[in-house]
């Protein structure tokens, strides 16, 4: 079955750290684009950080630039957001995406609060 699976959300303080994963099953994730993003309630979702394909050239918000750390594991199929000095705003349902067959590959999300 072709899947991203997203994992590693949770409830952590100001100032704090986490680390989501996008796990991919059915195709190979690294000859593809992958980005986060996020959605606060009550707001659009928003593009977070990308890496593109094999040569992993990454991009960021201006709002996680040097916070965020997108990156790839090849061996697993996995693709990471490395969250930093998380804000109360990074508060979101955050999912993985990528393109598969020419249409948007979406995860399921993975909720991070940021709360004190």
């Known amino acids: 079955q072709v899947q991203l699976v997203e994992s590693g959300g949770g409830l952590v303080q100001p100032g704090g750290s986490l680390r989501l994963s996008c796990e991919a099953s059915?195709?190979?994730?690294?000859?593809?684009?992958t980005s986060w993003h996020r959605q606060a309630p009550g707001k659009e979702r928003e593009l977070v950080a990308v890496i593109r394909g094999v040569g992993g050239i990454t991009n960021y918000a201006d709002s996680v630039k040097g916070r965020f750390t997108i990156s790839s594991d090849n061996a697993k199929n996995t693709v990471y957001l490395r969250m930093n000095s998380l804000k109360p705003e990074d508060t979101a349902m955050y999912y993985c995406?990528?393109?598969?067959?020419?249409?948007?590959?979406w995860g399921q999300g993975t909720q991070v609060t940021v709360s004190s």
């Open positions: 059915g195709f190979t994730l690294r000859y593809f684009a």
């Open positions: 995406k990528t393109r598969y067959l020419g249409n948007d590959l």
